[in-house]
């Protein structure tokens, strides 16, 4: 981490835990009315590579029909197409 000599005094410790945080691969995905929304960053990379294979992997073709048939209830389909375990 850089100094954070630049930040205002009362401030300092909360840049700290970001870059803290950062480093453990925690991702700040938006700031919107004084809220945050955090991703971990290895978990992101997981999903995007069952959203690319999904559709061709034989393995997640079965699950997805499965999930759609109700014939199994430890993943669902969220908004985004991707396959979940709950």
Known sequence: MGSVAHIEEERRELAKDVHRLARLGV???????????????AE???VVEVKKKQD????LLELNGAVHNQRVEVFSQ?????LRYQ
């Open 44 to 46: 992101y990379s997981l």
């Open 78 to 82: 969220w908004g985004d197409g991707v």
């Open 56 to 59: 061709s992997d034989p393995i």
């Open 27 to 41: 991702r700040l995905m938006s700031i919107s009315d004084g809220g945050v929304t955090v991703q971990n960053g």
